[in-house]
């Protein structure tokens, strides 16, 4: 009895690793599509940093590389960005604008 007892604790063991594993590599997607995006938003800024990048044009580049992606979303990211430092949302005649700051230069070069 004590011998079956190890070899099912041996296999909650197993199946415990396994469920952590899976855990950990659906954090590393997450993760890893986060990045993506943050990188997507400021090459973009960076594209367009001869002229006012608007959030109106950034919310259609988005929506053409990120089609799952929802409006609520994006802000979602925007407003971490934001509140981060990396970037700035400005009002100018043109409508809200976004830019990269220093800061988020530098958040950009770690994660190149």
Do not use: P, W
Request: net charge negative; aromatic share 8%.
């Amino acid at each position: 009895m004590n011998k079956v007892q190890e070899e099912r604790m041996t296999s909650e063991e197993i199946l415990r690793e396994i469920d952590e594993q899976e855990s950990l590599d659906m954090e590393n997607e997450i993760a890893q599509n986060e990045v993506h995006i943050f990188k997507y938003v400021m090459y973009t800024i960076e594209i367009y940093k001869d002229v006012e990048l608007t959030l109106d044009r950034l919310k259609n580049l988005m929506a053409h590389e990120y089609a799952e992606m929802t409006e609520e979303s994006l802000m979602h990211y925007l407003k971490d960005y934001e509140s981060a430092g990396y970037i700035r949302l400005g009002e100018t005649e043109a409508g809200i604008t976004v830019s990269r700051t220093f800061l988020g230069e530098c958040a950009l070069a770690l994660v190149k």
